[in-house]
């Protein structure tokens, strides 16, 4: 995505309604937005554009780089796991809540049925990021260089992604998460380290 939205995209995602997040702008700059992962466009007609959660995440935040910054240069990450120095603390929590939140109200706007309790289109476009959100935003605790946790990859299936977590206790937890946040676990075992794991897929209905 390179590094921080222009000028001129941070106006338009800042002029973002702030009820629906619905973004007014030329087409290229709305376009712009979408190649960011910073905002979607709506699959039905007219075919509005709306913020992403991370897109979101750029709306509140003050113009000037503060600690509450996120370290990808003002967009949201979510942690997925192995990260060399995971941010942690107020001002991490506040970000993920914010991004479930928005996360919850894209599916609200783009499911057909409106429906808040499966995934969207933007999470099957972006499963490891999405994975990832759903167990932060849960209390689940990323893996670190000096902590345990759970690990998001992706997987050559499609829309499919491998969560690994340090014991069986962790990864049933994890299951718990995806499949109440709208996925599909399954657990695994690798056949040569007889790793286990799950392997997850957002759900449809």
Not at 98 to 107: D, F, I, K, P, S
Not at 128 to 156: F, K
Request: glycine share 10%; with cysteine; net charge positive.
């Amino acid at each position: 995505m390179g590094g921080p939205p222009s000028a001129a995209q941070r106006r338009v995602i800042e002029g973002a309604d702030p009820e629906t997040g619905r973004l007014r702008g030329t087409r290229t700059q709305l376009a712009a937005l979408v190649k960011r992962g910073l905002a979607f466009r709506h699959p039905r007609p007219p075919h509005d554009h709306f913020l992403t959660p991370a897109g979101q995440r750029i709306r509140e935040q003050e113009p000037a780089a503060t600690p509450e910054t996120p370290a990808s240069g003002g967009v949201f990450a979510a942690r997925l796991g192995g990260e060399e120095a995971p941010v942690s603390g107020p001002a991490r929590l506040r970000e993920v809540r914010g991004a479930w939140q928005g996360l919850l109200e894209m599916r609200r706007m783009t499911n057909r049925d409106g429906a808040t309790d499966r995934p969207c289109g933007w999470e099957r476009t972006h499963l490891v990021r999405a994975a990832a959100l759903a167990l932060e935003a849960a209390g689940h605790e990323p893996e670190g260089p000096e902590m345990s946790g759970y690990r998001v990859r992706a997987t050559p299936q499609p829309e499919a992604v491998a969560v690994y977590a340090p014991d069986e206790e962790a990864l049933r937890a994890c299951a718990a998460t995806l499949e109440e946040a709208g996925w599909q676990p399954g657990v695994y075992t690798e056949p040569r380290t007889r790793v286990r794991y799950l392997l997850a897929s957002p759900r449809r209905v």
